[in-house]
């Protein structure tokens, strides 16, 4: 199966690492949050904030299986996941049995929360699991190991959004393809 997932803590880069990485193998990008927003017709804030996490955790497994469903139908992609989604069981379940290559990208937690800050502030990124930095600390470390049984950990930290997708490509052997079947992002 030609798919790349990558996961790790919130603010990790997994959206900008991904769209790079998607422009150097010709591969097309998709963010899982994107498709389940599509799917149930709201953001994932109005998800928290209408149904619960738990209800959002549903749809972001269902919108795991569609995706891996399309990729055995032979569609070649790089998908970002959000936070918490690796960290579910039954999510890394699926992923090991497909067995696609997982990347947990990491970062010192206190460059993560003020890379959050900084998107709260700048475009107004919504997320729902952002409160004090305390509980997003706490939040970290008690995933952090859910997120290191991924085939390959990346360190970020002072690297380019290019360098890393750079050495994702050459720690996994991945191959450009030459006529890209999707264009764009995965709308
Ligand atoms: C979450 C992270 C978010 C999004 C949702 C839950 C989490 O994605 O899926 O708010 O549990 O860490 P990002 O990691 O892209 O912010």
């Not at 469903?69 to 996941?81: D, P």
């Not at 379940?93 to 947990?104: E, I, K, N, Q």
Request: proline residues 2%; aromatic residues 6%; glycine residues 10%.
């Amino acid at each position: 199966m030609n798919a790349v997932f990558l996961v790790g803590f919130m603010g990790a880069g997994k959206s900008s690492v991904g769209r790079a990485l998607g422009e150097r193998l010709n591969w097309a990008f998709e963010d899982l949050d994107d498709r389940i927003e599509r799917s149930e017709g709201r953001t994932i804030a109005e998800i928290f904030r209408d149904a619960g996490e738990s209800e959002f955790r549903r749809a972001e497994h269902d919108a795991l299986k569609r995706a891996l469903e399309e990729l055995r139908g032979g569609k070649v992609r790089v998908i970002a996941l959000g936070g918490g989604a690796f960290v579910q069981e039954q999510n890394a379940d699926l992923l090991r049995t497909a067995g696609v290559p997982t990347v947990f990208l990491d970062a010192p937690v206190k460059d993560l929360w003020q890379r959050c800050c900084k998107q709260a502030s700048q475009n107004g990124a919504e997320r729902p699991l952002l409160r004090s930095q305390e509980q997003f600390q706490d939040l970290y470390e008690a995933r952090r190991k859910g997120y290191s049984k991924a085939s390959l950990a990346i360190q970020t930290a002072g690297s380019t959004v290019e360098e890393v997708a750079a050495e994702i490509v050459r720690k996994l052997g991945l191959k450009p393809i030459g006529i890209r079947t999707e264009q764009g992002e995965v709308e």
